[in-house]
């Protein structure tokens, strides 16, 4: 619970800071890639399509990207959703923040 608090503090304080990251830079490469790839690409597939059987969502999809905000997929991250686990005992708060702009990243244009 005490922990909950203190991650929203940091995200709060750290959040707006690791989402004005530009997503170019941060696709393909960079610390987020790496904890995606480590962490996320064997159910979200390297290129964010995901693993069809597990039906995540497409993070290609504009319309699902639009659907969806900042706040909702940190918390998807960190607490996890549906089948998949939470990473917030894995992962710092500042990872989850530069795993949410690298999730913005696989937009199509
Ligand atoms: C065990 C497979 C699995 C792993 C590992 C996994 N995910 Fe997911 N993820 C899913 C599935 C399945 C969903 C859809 C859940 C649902 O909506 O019921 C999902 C949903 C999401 C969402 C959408 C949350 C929302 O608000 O709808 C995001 C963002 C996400 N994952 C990011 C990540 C990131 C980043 C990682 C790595 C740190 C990760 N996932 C690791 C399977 C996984």
Redesign the pocket.
Known sequence: MKRSVINLVLFALFGSIALTTSPAQAQGKGPAAK??SV??A???SQDGK?IPS????D?TDGKWQAS?SNK??H???ANG?????G?KGV?KPGQ?NA??V??RSFKKR
């Not at 597990?54 to 969502?57: A, G, K, R, W």
């Not at 959703?81 to 686990?85: D, K, N, S, Y």
């Open positions: 904890v995606y962490h996320c064997k159910c979200h995901g597990l039906q995540p969502p993070f969806r909702q997929l918390n998807g991250i959703i549906g089948v998949m686990p990473f992962l989850i795993l949410v690298y999730v």
